[in-house]
């Protein structure tokens, strides 16, 4: 059996991401060798690797593309750039917001666009949650799809033409 593949994305801004780092170390599946771990960690530093997977700084876009494709559960920062790669691939996320309080970024617009999250496969974390234990018989139940799918709003687009083409 393949092993399910964990992707942790945290950007590639230069304020570290050190709550998001200590959420996924402190879970226990972090340290089970069942699960593939790939760690994006932009400037965060890690002291720990999983038990199983790959440390990284910062990777080509098309490489991330490809893990999000493989990937059976996606935890990320909750960038627009982000947001949309999931959607495309219909991922199961976990979303942590960066926050300015915990000198995470320069502004709060990650929780503006987490407030709007409606998606059942996507749960967010604000700043006072805590962050769900990851379970792995869930992880491996689910569907990866690999497949993009377009998420094109057309009829918002329709409108923002006439708007301006008026």
Not at 19 to 31: F, S
Not at 113 to 139: G, H, T
Not at 140 to 160: F, M, Q
Request: with cysteine; aromatic share 10%.
């Amino acid at each position: 059996m393949v092993k399910p593949l964990i992707l942790v994305t945290m950007g590639t801004n230069d304020y570290p991401f050190t709550r998001l780092y200590e959420y996924i170390k402190n879970d226990p599946l972090y340290y089970d060798s069942r699960c593939e771990w790939f760690v994006q960690t932009g400037s965060c530093q890690v002291d720990q690797a999983p038990a199983s997977g790959v440390v990284e700084t910062l990777i080509p876009r098309a490489d991330m593309e490809d893990l999000v494709k493989r990937s059976a559960l996606v935890i990320s920062h909750c960038g627009i750039g982000s947001l949309n790669l999931m959607l495309q691939y219909r991922k199961r996320v976990i979303f942590v917001p960066r926050v300015a309080k915990h000198k995470e970024f320069s502004d709060d617009h990650q929780l503006q666009i987490a407030a709007e999250l409606k998606s059942p496969r996507m749960k967010v974390v604000f700043p006072d949650d805590v962050f769900p234990v990851l379970n792995y018989e869930q992880i491996i139940s689910d569907n990866v799809l690999s497949e993009a799918h377009d998420i094109t709003n057309y009829d918002l687009a329709r409108i923002v033409n006439l708007k301006l083409t008026g």
